[in-house]
């Protein structure tokens, strides 16, 4: 399939069919209501399929399916060895199935098809296997006590999972949460985005294949204001996981006080900084990668690095390799293989984007880029957008875009880059280029961040923690540390006559 053209893959997507109904309780079901919504192609604007608009009613029936199989242990008690083979055959099933859940990514929410097909979707899989292999290979412990006494902590499951995920990275974002919330036990209310819903449907019907129990892994698709909120305040969820904006983590954490005092893992808004050294030998790897690290996935990337520092000395020049690059990534059909950006994911996120990039030719100095455009006459399109000398003070240097803009900052000394590149309420990720190794230590050390690259932009596996500081959220997904937050600690005590 990486050899497939354009034709080949519009052939594909035309046969495609789309699973439009919620999954609750093993089966998929109409919304109670018998509301639906469509899901629409930002790249051409055609309605994809209806979509169930699930409501508090809906919630309340997936929670109360996966409160039933968590009590009776269908899948919180089974052998780890046992859900290892469960979810190890669910990653099986999601390489089985790549091209289409690939499809319904790009299709559904814009992306390129070449960078679903090579990274979201191999690495959805990847996430799961990951996790199940990771299912009996994390110990519990035995306290140090004296003669008389045995202690054990164990790490047990919460109960009922609530997942709350966002439209940029679809498939991946719900791995993230489910993946590791599964194999520490719980089951499963996965809220997709609306802009993007359908690959969480799809990847629930392969869970049931794969032998995942019913009642263990429901997804209701709806709107925020009422499915999420339905998640967030309902007092039979253990756990919410959310990623998305700032002020909607905000939202979740106050439904928690009006809850049941609910754990909420947030992970949320991003304005990552690039610091670009003049002592940085390849600065064409640099560009490469500044470029890269704004506008791949149309900069809806929430550790998207959109405000680059470049030392003065090297600005000028630095900035025209960023030119040419933005220059050769115009946005095209994300089915066309030659496509170097894709659809932003739906009108309103287009006109937010073009509110800012509007505001800002007001104030910065516009070196590419800066219009909407269209493909064949539709869809959903912005040019990558590079605005020079912007003033650390302005919106495009401060609020997060989410889209394909870039703000450049000149800096005359390190001290400097450090304390704008910290200014800011958020703390995601951050990046460092240096061939000095002293300097290399010495800023990462310094800067607030969850993630610090140095020499790259946004590394990321399933090896490592991914969250933020500060209004980034506290919650952190990937690694043996997502089990932190799905599990709790619980000591047994045991008395004995020694």
Same mark, same amino acid.
């Given at each position: ?32 209501? !018998? ?108 306290? *140090? ?24 990275? *679809? ?34 019907? &392969? ?153 800002? =030719? =007001?104030?910065?100095? @516009? ?9 064949? !006459? ?49 703390? &995601? ?7 000095? @190794? ?61």
């Amino acid at each position: 399939m990486l050899d497939y053209s354009h034709d080949d893959w519009k052939s594909r997507a035309a046969g495609l069919s789309f699973r439009g109904q919620a999954f609750i309780d093993g089966k998929f079901v109409d919304a109670a209501s !018998g509301k639906t919504f469509d899901s629409i192609n930002p790249a051409t604007g055609s309605v994809l399929t209806p979509v169930a608009e699930c409501d508090a009613e809906d919630v309340s029936r997936a929670v109360t399916a996966a409160r039933t199989a968590f009590e009776d242990g269908r899948w919180s008690r089974m052998a780890p060895g046992d859900r290892k083979a469960v979810m190890l055959k669910l990653a099986d099933l999601i390489r089985d199935n790549l091209e289409e859940m690939a499809l319904l990514d790009s299709l559904d929410m814009g992306k390129l098809i070449t960078d679903a097909v090579t990274v979201d979707a191999p690495g959805s899989a990847h996430f799961f296997q990951w996790y199940a292999e990771a299912i009996d290979k994390v110990y519990d412990e035995v306290a *140090p006590t004296g003669p008389g006494d045995l202690a054990l902590v164990s790490r047990v499951p919460l109960g009922v999972v609530g997942a709350v995920t966002p439209w940029n990275f *679809p498939l991946d974002m719900a791995t993230w949460k489910a993946a590791a919330a599964l194999a520490a036990g719980n089951s499963v209310a996965l809220k997709p985005a609306e802009q993007s819903p359908l690959s969480a449907l799809r990847l629930a019907e &392969l869970a049931a294949e794969a032998g995942i129990p019913d009642g263990v892994f429901n997804v209701v698709p709806g709107f925020g204001a009422t499915a999420g909120q339905a998640l967030g305040l309902h007092m039979d969820v253990d756990c919410l996981a959310f990623t998305g904006s700032t002020a909607t983590g905000k939202l979740f954490m106050q439904y928690s006080g009006q809850s049941n005092l609910k754990q909420v893992w947030p992970e949320t808004g991003g304005k990552s900084p690039n610091l670009v050294f003049a002592d940085c030998e390849d600065l064409d790897a640099a560009a490469d990668m500044a470029a890269f690290g704004i506008f791949f996935n149309q900069g809806e990337v929430c550790s998207a690095n959109s405000r680059l520092y470049v030392e003065r000395s090297i600005k000028d020049a630095f900035v025209e390799k960023l030119i040419a690059r933005a220059q050769a990534m115009q946005p095209g059909d994300p089915l066309d293989p030659a496509s170097k950006m894709g659809a932003i994911v739906d009108e309103k996120q287009t006109q937010g984007i073009m509110r800012f990039v509007e505001d800002g =030719k =007001k104030t910065a100095n @516009l070196v590419t880029g800066g219009d909407r455009v269209t493909v064949e !006459g539709k869809g959903c399109f912005i040019q990558p957008t590079i605005f020079d000398d912007v003033a650390h003070d302005n919106p495009l240097a401060r609020d997060e875009i989410f889209g394909p803009v870039l703000s450049v900052i000149p800096f005359d000394t390190e001290d400097q880059a450090v304390t704008m590149a910290n200014d800011s309420v958020y703390g &995601l990720a951050a990046s460092v280029w240096t061939d000095n @190794l002293s300097r290399a230590c010495r800023v990462s050390d310094r800067l607030m961040a969850g993630t610090v690259s140095v020499n790259t932009v946004d590394a990321l596996s399933a090896m490592t923690p991914f969250g933020g500081m500060k209004q980034s959220g506290f919650g952190r997904d990937l690694s043996l540390h997502s089990f932190e937050k799905y599990t709790a600690l619980k000591t047994t005590w045991i008395k004995y006559k020694a």
